[in-house]
């Protein structure tokens, strides 16, 4: 809704408030207050909680106003003004059902009589007052709610704003470095090391005399959970980080992984002890306020040089050239190991200095002079690395001296390092004090994500996964094939990729100024509310639904296998009719499973009307077929003309029926050969069907003799042999038919019942064979059919047959081709 359609709706409702009784729905304040009951508790909570925002984003605003120069305040004020938004839009979604409520109501009693009609029941007058004040009190409140988000949001741009002027006025900040500047800061130095010992010198009295056991409680818990996550990790993960020294010539894999988790672990796990320790003294109110920051700092300061160090050591390996992942010499693997540490503690102390200073409220020229000093340091070391000589040597020999950086990698150091230098002398400590810290701590940042993500790579290429520890595990203890092995090292892959980018991204976005805050809303953002032109999504309510789905989908599979295997089987109820319960139990249950997902992920079902729309027209045009063998599959699960193995002849096709599903049907015939014959087929065209009620059948086995035979002693035998097999049944009784005349034989039929028609083949083969050695033993003859063959020749021909004379004139009496003189070698 447009600003100047909510101002517009305002100016209506104070029209309307301010109207006489004279109006066509106007109410005086006297007749409001006669007949208008109770206000409606929806209406009264929203009321009260406008006025609450109203004021909170008041009070906002003054605390904008007083805290402009602090970065870390104006993100506490941005996070309450974004939940002040989230809130007046919750009481508008609130207010729309009322709102649609007693405009129904409205439309149910009608327009007002006109004048010269009767006139209506003083109740429902009443009634139509009622419901007027109540929708222009429901305008009135969400043209107040919507206004006051408007406030809100414009609150939150000037933060972000602010914030950003703040942090462009601070990087570009210019100090002027000259001998006085030096001779202040060594005065204010002087003064804050005589404060920062006397802090310090009263807080150990304080802990001695007053927190001797909360200090020492804190201690054992912090050291506690040290030891915890240590033996965990090397329980856990000790294969991970631990190399091998067994092995000479590493795999490329193998290198990696180990790089990437012997940093990321380590550094995890002091992380989480830093932390719990400054938990543990900040809860046992060891720390007091002054010293807090201090505190932090330092612990801060360890874990960055720590991280380093880790990550220095996996990539360089000074001490093991086999595992660097660099092609370095021994001698420039430690230089440059030696130089990223060192300026890791240069940075890391200037943070330190830097906490301690702002503690103590020293003059700012020492803080420009601390960083000034910490700049020019790490100036000085990225030049000095870059005049190193620390790539490996032609031969390849790690242990030989090693040669010059390239010149792509030199003269971009040299050019950083007096950049650095530069800008610190002309008086942009700060930005050089920024790009110093950033050539530490992100480059430390990106260069592990870049192994993890290598390492991902490497771990998810073809069959490399099972190589691996973990993959060797799983495959013994899961008895996982190769391919599903694969696919395990594929997902293994990009659980490193997330890994990385998870926990990279955050720590480079925080090094780069951002506030924890700030990933906190957009963490919250992302998994709740992601806005793409008027679509809205929720991540959280998407994950919910594919949630509610599979757990609908599990839920059905339960119930299709209790009814099959407990229900069904124990009432002995034939096996078409159990599979034809238990794919329609399928298809119901993954349909209410869809549904129920589709609407937990917050997914209008009337918004698919369009779809529906647009699908009815594609299934016009071009799914007919589709929707044809659809709807021919639920009839045939519902009428069941056939079912799961029965023996069914179609026009092209005769076997079992193996699977009936809501498109096609699985026949495997006598050759074990699957057919999938669409349902439509089965609906529209004749089937035949030899166990649809049951599976009685018929057998014919044709019989010819020869015409010497006794006709009636041949029926005898050949009902005594039916009589006598045990696989005819005696009612229907076995009958033997006289078919007729043969060309060479007299032709009779012994015809039986069987009791399952799926055995007839062997006992037609064992009633032929008994047919046979009966009549063999009786003397009856099985004649085959006889045909001669009459030539009708003149005398000529008949001598040339006969080999005798000449034929006609110019004939020979042989009757074989002469022979061909192309032929005949010379």
Do not use: C
């Not at 001779?183 to 404060?195: I, K, Q, R, V, Y």
């Not at 709740?528 to 949630?547: H, K, M, Y």
């Not at 005769?654 to 015939?669: C, K, L, Q």
Request: hydrophobic share 50%; charged share 20%; glycine share 8%.
């Amino acid at each position: 809704m447009s600003r100047i359609h909510r101002l517009s709706l305002i100016v209506i409702a104070m029209v309307l408030a301010l109207q006489p009784l004279g109006g066509a729905d106007g109410v005086t304040p006297a007749v409001a207050q006669e007949i208008a009951p109770a206000r409606d508790k929806i209406v009264g909570h929203a009321l009260e909680q406008i006025s609450e925002a109203e004021k909170q984003i008041e009070a906002l605003q003054s605390q904008v106003e007083a805290n402009k120069s602090d970065d870390a305040a104006l993100v506490d004020i941005k996070v309450k003004a974004d939940e002040i938004i989230r809130q007046l839009l919750k009481i508008s979604v609130e207010l729309r059902p009322r709102f649609n409520d007693v405009k129904a109501r409205l439309a149910q009693l009608g327009e007002k009589p006109a004048e010269g009609e009767p006139a209506e029941a003083p109740a429902v007058t009443e009634e139509r007052t009622r419901l007027n004040a109540a929708r222009l009190e429901i305008n009135t409140l969400t043209g107040r709610a919507e206004d006051l988000s408007i406030r809100a949001s414009n609150l939150s741009d000037s933060i972000t704003d602010l914030r950003r002027e703040l942090f462009t006025d601070r990087l570009f900040e210019h100090t002027e470095i000259s001998g006085d500047v030096v001779d202040d800061a060594l005065n204010a130095f002087s003064a804050e090391f005589n404060d920062f010992q006397r802090t310090v010198s009263s807080w150990f009295s304080f802990i001695w005399k007053y927190k001797r056991v909360p200090l020492g409680t804190a201690v054992t818990l912090s050291l506690a959970m040290a030891l915890v996550l240590l033996a965990g990790e090397y329980r856990l993960f000790g294969s991970l980080i631990r190399r091998d020294p067994t092995v000479s010539k590493p795999a490329y894999m193998s290198r990696f992984s180990v790089a990437f988790w012997s940093t990321i672990l380590p550094a995890l796990a002091l992380a989480a002890f830093l932390v719990s320790s400054f938990f543990f003294l900040d809860t046992f109110n060891v720390l007091r306020p002054d010293i807090a920051p201090i505190a932090a700092a330092l612990f801060g300061f360890a874990g960055l040089v720590f991280f380093v160090a880790m990550l220095a050591r996996a990539v360089l390996a000074p001490k093991a050239p086999s595992w660097r992942l660099v092609r370095l010499s021994d001698k420039g693997a430690r230089d440059l190991n030696f130089a990223v540490l060192s300026m890791a503690v240069v940075n890391g102390s200037d943070y330190v200095l830097g906490a301690i200073s702002e503690t103590l409220s020293s003059p700012v020229v020492l803080t420009v002079m601390k960083s000034f000093l910490s700049s020019v340091v790490v100036g000085l070391i990225v030049v000095v690395v870059s005049f190193l000589r620390p790539m490996v040597a032609q031969s390849g020999d790690p242990s030989e001296r090693g040669r010059a950086w390239p010149k792509a990698v030199a003269l971009p150091l040299r050019i950083i390092g007096i950049g650095l230098i530069l800008l610190s002398a002309i008086g942009y400590v700060g930005l050089s004090r920024f790009l110093a810290t950033q050539m530490v701590l992100t480059g430390a940042v990106v260069a592990t994500m870049y192994i993890g993500i290598l390492s991902g790579k490497a771990i998810s290429a073809p069959n490399q996964f099972g190589e691996t520890r973990v993959g060797r595990y799983l495959q013994q203890r899961f008895a996982l094939k190769p391919v599903g092995l694969d696919q395990a090292g594929i997902a293994a892959g990009l659980l490193i990729y997330v890994f990385a980018l998870s926990i990279g991204i955050p720590l480079i976005l925080i090094s780069w100024g951002f506030q924890p805050r700030d990933l906190q809303i957009w963490l919250i953002n992302i998994f709740t509310e992601i806005n793409i032109g008027s679509i809205r999504i929720s991540i959280f309510g998407i994950l919910g639904g594919v949630l509610l789905f599979a757990l609908g989908l599990v839920a059905t599979r339960w119930l299709q296998k209790w009814l099959d295997g407990n229900v069904m089987a124990r009432s002995q109820v034939d096996a078409g009719v159990r599979n034809s319960i238990k794919t329609g139990v399928g298809y119901l249950g993954t349909g209410l499973a869809g549904l129920i997902g589709i609407s937990a992920a917050g997914i209008d079902l009337s918004s698919l009307a369009l779809v529906a729309g647009a699908l009815s027209l594609g299934i016009g045009f071009g799914l007919q077929n589709i929707v044809s063998n659809f709807v021919s599959g639920l009839i045939l699960l519902a009428e069941r003309p056939f079912k799961v193995g029965d023996w069914v002849a179609t026009g092209t096709t005769e076997g079992f029926v193996r699977r009936i599903s809501v498109r096609a049907t699985e026949i495997e015939t006598f050759q074990r050969q699957s057919i999938i014959v669409p349902n439509s087929e089965l609906i529209n065209a004749p089937v035949g069907n030899w166990t649809h009620r049951n599976k009685l059948g018929r057998i014919e086995i044709p019989v010819s003799v020869s015409y010497e035979a006794d006709p009636r002693r041949v029926m005898d035998l050949l009902m005594e042999i039916a009589l006598a097999h045990p696989g005819l049944l005696r009612n229907p009784e076995p009958v033997v038919m006289f078919n007729g005349f043969g060309a060479s034989s007299l032709d009779f039929e012994l015809r039986g019942f069987i009791g399952d028609v799926l055995g007839g083949l062997p006992i037609k083969n064992e009633l032929r064979v008994t047919i046979l050695e009966r009549f063999r033993a009786e003397k009856i003859q099985m004649p085959y059919p006889h045909q001669e063959v009459h030539l009708h020749l003149d005398e000529a021909d008949r001598r040339i047959f006969a080999g005798r004379g000449k034929g006609r004139p110019g004939e020979t009496g042989d009757l074989r081709e002469p022979p061909d003189d192309d032929k005949i070698l010379p």
